[in-house]
């Protein structure tokens, strides 16, 4: 199975800083297809996973602009530009280019 | 508007059969290209994708937990079953159900607990 690794595992901020959080991939996400199945998610406390980004940097309807996405082949980034309260909580990568599909361990975002 | 719910049992015995339902609307199973997926995860872990079914009827399984999972859907297409045999408190998690490809929906998941 295709290991995902995020770091880090807790990221602490302030409101209107900007983050990273870096998935790297035990190998390649590049599909013979050409497309990266490589998306980013957002659970919240008590909640379902949110999707923010798919096929790497592609914004999900109504996720706000101060999320991007980057990355090819096994390293991916998210970026968030200016963390606002409704950001905290876990964010994890996953891919499905190869089967099964695997899921990061997560990085908790909270408030500093 | 696309929508996903999960049911089942709540909590269950050690050694018996888990069945869960995921009933969607929103979008058909029968379109090409459609896939539904079972995802679960344990209190406080990570995420584990379980199986999937597709618009075709073909099925995909988590090899770790092949042998004893089941994916099927019903003949309306609105409607995606997961059985999954012998469980044993480690199969104590939230059960989701997702779209798959590219994974853009999801439901609020069902809890469920084994224990004797």
């Known amino acids: 199975d295709v290991v995902l690794t995020q770091t880090p595992p807790t990221l602490l901020a302030t409101i209107g800083q900007s983050v990273s959080i870096s998935c790297r991939s035990s190998?390649?996400?590049?599909?013979?297809?050409?497309?990266?199945?490589l998306n980013w998610l957002l659970q919240r406390t008590g909640q379902s996973p949110q999707p923010l980004i798919y096929?790497?940097?592609k914004l999900e309807s109504g996720v706000p602009n101060r999320f991007s996405g980057s990355g090819s082949g096994t390293d991916f980034t998210l970026k968030i530009s200016g963390v606002e309260a409704e950001d905290l909580g876990v964010y994890y990568c996953m891919q499905f280019t190869h089967y099964p599909p695997t899921f990061g361990g997560g990085t908790k975002l909270e408030l500093k | 508007q696309v929508t996903l719910k999960e049911s089942g049992p709540g909590m269950l015995q050690p050694s018996k059969t888990l069945s869960l339902t995921c009933s969607f609307s929103g979008f058909s199973l029968s379109t090409s290209g459609m896939v539904v997926s079972w995802i679960r995860q344990p209190s406080g872990k990570s995420l584990e994708w379980l199986a999937a079914i597709d618009w075709d009827g073909d099925k995909y399984y988590n090899p770790s937990l092949k042998s004893r999972l089941t994916v099927s859907k019903d003949t309306s297409n609105t409607q995606v079953f997961l059985k999954i045999t012998s469980v044993d408190i480690a199969d104590t998690a939230t059960y989701y159900c997702a779209r798959q490809d590219p994974f853009d929906y999801w439901g609020q998941g069902v809890m469920v607990t084994v224990s004797s």
């Open positions: 096929l790497v940097s």
């Open positions: 190998q390649s996400l590049l599909h013979s297809n050409g497309n990266t199945y």
